[in-house]
């Protein structure tokens, strides 16, 4: 929560600020947060109305070669989905409300057992925050978000599963026109 309103507050002592007067039809590439893969292409269908294509891969090592029965894993994780944000003004900083649709496939491998574990899931999720354009083709921003997911059930495990989780991130993008 400390990191939430640290950002906010960072987000509104920046000097200069530049309004959007009009959106329609921007298109902007960007990141979502510091720790996920994550790239987003954003399209304004209006001023409020945007739309986001979510894509990300991740490949990952964790541990080491060397030592038999220890704990070594690696992996590789997909991740794409899109959203619809709906902005609340077209001032320097813009409040977002929106909704998340995700698709993530995660394939893990544990060298101790060779065991060898895939896990399909789909997260729902409601987005709250807010879009800092610093310059007319950049910008930062802030979400919050809500996620409810559901994981699929594989081969190895009988059931599915259900849970709920909030994260935050910080966003940046940069708008071609």
């Known amino acids: 929560m400390k990191f939430l ?5 960072t987000l509104i002592f920046i000097s ?7 959106r329609e ?7 979502d947060g510091v720790n996920t ?8 269908n209006s001023d409020e109305v945007a739309y986001e294509l979510i894509l ?6 964790i541990g080491s070669d060397s030592a038999e029965k220890q704990h070594n894993e690696k992996g590789k994780e997909f ?20 909704l998340e649709g995700l698709y993530h496939f995660r394939d893990q491998i544990f060298n101790y057992d060779n065991k060898e574990s895939a896990k399909h899931s789909f997260k729902c999720g409601v987005i709250l925050g807010g ?5 007319k083709q950049f910008s930062i921003g802030i979400k919050e978000k809500i996620y409810f997911g559901f994981g699929l059930p594989d081969s190895k495990s009988e059931g599915s599963d259900l849970r709920c989780k909030a994260t935050s991130c ?4 940069f708008y071609f026109n």
Do not use: C, W
Not at 25 to 31: C, P, R, S
Not at 37 to 44: C, D, E, Q, T, V
Not at 79 to 98: N, R
């Open 131 to 135: 879009e800092y354009f610093m310059a």
């Open 170 to 173: 910080v966003t940046v993008r």
């Open 16 to 22: 200069s600020l530049y309004p959007q007067e009009k």
């Open 56 to 61: 990300g891969m991740d490949f990952y090592k």
């Open 5 to 9: 309103i640290i950002q906010i507050f």
């Open 79 to 98: 991740t794409s989905g899109v959203a619809v944000l709906y902005h609340f003004s077209e001032s320097a900083f813009s409040p977002l409300f929106g």
């Open 37 to 44: 893969s994550n790239m987003i292409l954003k399209y304004f």
């Open 25 to 31: 039809g921007k298109i902007g590439v960007g990141l």
